[in-house]
């Protein structure tokens, strides 16, 4: 899969994961480049191990990033 495939289904994950309650995915794993921003932020925080992001949030790789995350129902996301 090419890092824009990965991107797009993260970011679907993100923005349709869970629609009952606030939703949080445990990041695992990251190397390189990686960015979120929070819904209805406009503010960009670099991601790092042991952060929780929150459903609906949108994430940036640059070439060569790697993350992998743990959602709410337990399944891993790379």
Partial sequence: MSMKT??????????????????????????GDVSYRAYKSFKKVPV???DELQEKGKLALKNGAFLKILTPM????E
């Fill in 6 to 31: 990965h991107l797009i289904s993260c970011l679907l994950i993100l923005t349709f994961g869970l629609q009952l309650q606030s939703a949080s995915f445990t990041v695992n794993e990251v190397t």
């Fill in 74 to 77: 337990g399944d891993v996301l």
């Fill in 48 to 50: 790092k191990k042991g």
